[in-house]
């Protein structure tokens, strides 16, 4: 079945420097990509996505490309902030079948960021 | 706001009881999905609808169902539940087969 791995967490990061949070996948066939966000005490927040190999997926300063060779969806951002303290999931998609809406998600990493 | 709405925001009860949680999709979705999130588990899915149909179906045990009515709002009941039900039940609706899914602020069941 499908799968989503996420790097370790927690993250702590000072303001300014950069972020990378690792994210590789397992799935048949071209899955399309997301990255959520949820801030504390709230829901779910579609941040970026992308749904073909080689397509990078950008918002708020962040970045992801969907790479087919191996199978990851890393995300970016050059220079954090404060208020980009939450926690973060990878997901897929499948592409089609019986199963076709549901989102199949990493396990979050904590991001917090310290002035 | 995502405009996906959820009530009750936060429910308390004992083992063994049944609750209902209510999701009210956005304007406009037909798919309405709804997932748990536990520290153990973290964020699974359990079910799908599709205008009033079940289309999918995921790590759901046999004491929870759902169903979505006429107007598009769904509900996930929970029956004999059990300590370790206790965790954040988030519902999302999409456009028929859309890309995104818009999840609303979740309901909090606390087991004791």
């Known amino acids: 079945g499908n799968s989503v791995t996420q790097m370790e967490g927690p993250v702590t990061l000072s303001e300014e420097a950069f972020l990378t949070i690792n994210c590789t996948y397992t799935?048949?066939?071209?899955?399309?990509l997301f990255w959520y966000v949820q801030y504390p005490g709230e829901g779910l927040q579609l941040l970026l996505k992308?749904?073909?190999?080689?397509d990078k997926g950008s918002n708020k300063g962040f970045e992801a490309t969907y790479r087919k060779e191996t199978t990851s969806f890393h995300l970016e951002k050059g220079s954090v902030q404060v208020s980009d303290s939450a926690v973060y999931f990878c997901a897929l998609k499948d592409a089609g079948g019986t199963s076709y809406g549901k989102l199949t998600f990493g396990q979050g990493t904590i991001l917090t960021v310290h002035p | 706001d995502s405009g996906v709405t959820q009530t009750p925001k936060h429910l308390i009860t004992a083992t063994g009881q049944r609750v209902t949680l209510r999701c009210s999709p956005r304007?406009?979705?037909?798919?309405v999905y709804w997932y748990q999130q536990s520290l153990d588990q973290g964020l699974q899915f359990l079910i799908q609808?599709?205008?009033?149909?079940?289309?999918a179906k995921g790590n759901i045990l046999e004491r929870f169902s759902a169903q979505q009515f006429p107007d598009l709002h769904s509900e996930l009941n929970l029956s004999s539940l059990e300590l370790g039900d206790s965790a954040l039940y988030f519902c999302?609706?999409?456009?028929?087969?859309?890309?995104?899914?818009?999840f609303g602020p979740g309901t909090r069941l606390t087991v004791l």
């Open positions: 992308a749904t073909k190999a080689d």
């Open positions: 999302a609706s999409s456009v028929a087969r859309g890309l995104e899914q818009f």
């Open positions: 799935a048949t066939g071209y899955p399309s």
């Open positions: 609808y599709y205008n009033g149909e079940e289309r």
């Open positions: 304007s406009g979705d037909l798919s």
